[in-house]
């Protein structure tokens, strides 16, 4: 059974019996497991941050209690993107942000399908073969998140379908190359989120680009 793309319109109750089909659809490729997701993906945030809200540094909601003590530091996830185009740098085909916790490739949709296509275009096997290979190498054993987005252009609905078309393509070839290298034993999360959470401004046609993509997740065993 093939996980089944859903999205709840504003104000209507889920039955308890649409959210279990939601949570447990499932589908199988060569032992590997999809599941629908409904996490927020790790790219998600605003696009479009506000100004810095103005401080008055004299402020004296700004001073200690007294008594009161600073927080312990803490140490920040240190994050690194690598782009890989040949188009320019503000139109990466293939985009990888690595932090202390989690590994999201993000790959162009207009280098993995025609337009408006969930069919995979031939450069598409060897990119996601590379990474199913860099999967068994870090030896991930937590559940790896396959998820498409599109732009705002057409019908919210339409997004939500091609998005889950296009993230169950990909999920199809990652885990059959996984089983090809032996690596087999991995759970999915598959979800299409449609135009939710855009990475870049989808008022220009370069912002359309980089938000129509799928995204590949994964946890590193910590070292």
């Known amino acids: 059974m093939k996980p089944v793309a859903a999205k709840k319109p504003a104000g209507v109750a889920v039955t308890l019996g649409a959210l279990v089909a939601l949570v447990f659809a499932a589908g199988t490729v060569n032992g590997a497991v999809a599941v629908a997701d409904t996490n927020p993906p790790p790219s998600a945030g605003d696009s479009a941050p506000a100004a810095p809200v103005q401080i008055d540094p004299t402020s004296p909601g700004l001073k200690l209690p007294e008594g009161a003590t600073l927080a312990p530091p803490k140490v920040l996830d240190i994050v ?43 450069a598409a096997s060897g990119r996601i073969r590379a990474i199913a290979s860099d999967i068994k190498a870090r030896h991930v054993s937590s559940p790896i998140r396959v998820f498409g987005f599109t732009d705002n252009l057409g019908s919210s609905e339409h997004g939500d379908v091609l998005s889950k078309a296009r993230a169950d393509a990909v999920y199809q070839i990652l885990a059959t190359e996984l089983d090809t290298l032996g690596d087999a034993a991995h759970t999915f999360q598959v979800r299409g989120y449609g135009e939710d959470y855009p990475i870049a401004d989808n008022s220009t046609e370069s912002g359309r680009q980089q938000n129509r993509r799928v995204e590949i997740t994964f946890t590193p065993p910590a070292a």
């Open 80 to 122: 690194s993107v690598t782009d890989e185009s040949s188009v320019a740098a503000s139109q990466p085909q293939q985009r990888q942000e690595t932090s202390n916790a989690t590994v999201t490739y993000a790959l162009q949709a207009e280098v993995l399908f025609a337009k408006d296509s969930s069919k995979l275009a031939p």
